[in-house]
């Protein structure tokens, strides 16, 4: 099979159908042979309901199928899909992202022209459902919505921090699995929480280090419906909490371990000196809604270090606590099957 096109959804049962409604409508060659997968991540509304209707009453038939991943966070949702996907090629939309009539067309033709491609993002815009607050483009990258030019590039030679968004990626699932871990260590969206986000970043930072070519296909073109509740203060603001203090994680991935020390210093060092700059310079409105997205970003970047620190340690205490609640659990029932069995005799 040449394309899965997966959609990882969270309670998106009234989204969903505008989704499918768009690949139903796709216009591409007879020649590629794809299918959807539906991964729902824990909902609680009437997303599979949703499904089994468009899997009766549409042209798709077997071509949709439809899973649960109990785990919360998207980047367990999307690990689900690639270990039942069946296509070469695995095309992510999140149940917000409308795409255009040649978007599939244009994901099967980018694959089979750049063969070292690992991954490759689309062109996103956004519809908006109210106004966003002024300089939005400056952020709006976080929230998806990807203008990078109508020509086709490759991320690692504009810049080396750079990636494509995670909503239209496309993996080829051959990179996926020879580079990515089963297990991550960002679990991206989770329900409501914003708290590890990354997830992304994460991903494609293994298929980077492995030597797989990461680009940004203009001609996939995608349309990312964007609620008012994205834009309230409140959102932004977690939101960019939760992708600076995955920063440590995401900018580590590619040293080597005996690296890791020099590099953590090098960006505390850059950290501070841009939000002393920063500061400095927006102090006189630092009250907008954008300033104080991009300092909340400086602020966490430069803590997240010892962030990642606590976390894991919190991972291990936590898991040590487990497997002694476990090894309790295992000792008191043997004690209580002896003294079944001295009762006995």
Partial sequence: MDVTVAICTYNGAERLPLVLDCLKSQAFSPEIDWEIVVVNNNSYDQTAQVVSFYQAVSKFGQRLRYVSEAKQGIAYARRRAVQIAEGELIAFLDDDNLPTSQWLQAVFDF???HSAAGAYGSQIVGR???PPPPDFDRIACFLAVIDRGDRPFRYDQIKSWLFPAGAGLVVR???WLESVPEQPVLSGVRAQQLSEKGEDIETLSYLRKAGWQIW??????IEHMIGCDRLSPSYLMKLFR?????RHHTRTIRFRQWQKPF???????????RLLVYSIEHWNHRSAIVNQCELTLLRYSLLSPAYHVVHQLRKKVSFVRRRAAVSTGCVK???CLSSVNIDSS
């Fill in 111 to 113: 694959g089979r022209q």
């Fill in 128 to 130: 908006y459902e109210v």
């Fill in 173 to 175: 699932k051959q990179a």
């Fill in 216 to 221: 940004h296909n203009p001609a996939m073109q």
């Fill in 242 to 246: 939760g992708v600076g203090l995955s």
């Fill in 263 to 273: 590099a953590v210093c090098a960006y505390v060092l850059r950290d501070v000196s």
């Fill in 333 to 335: 029932a043997s004690t």
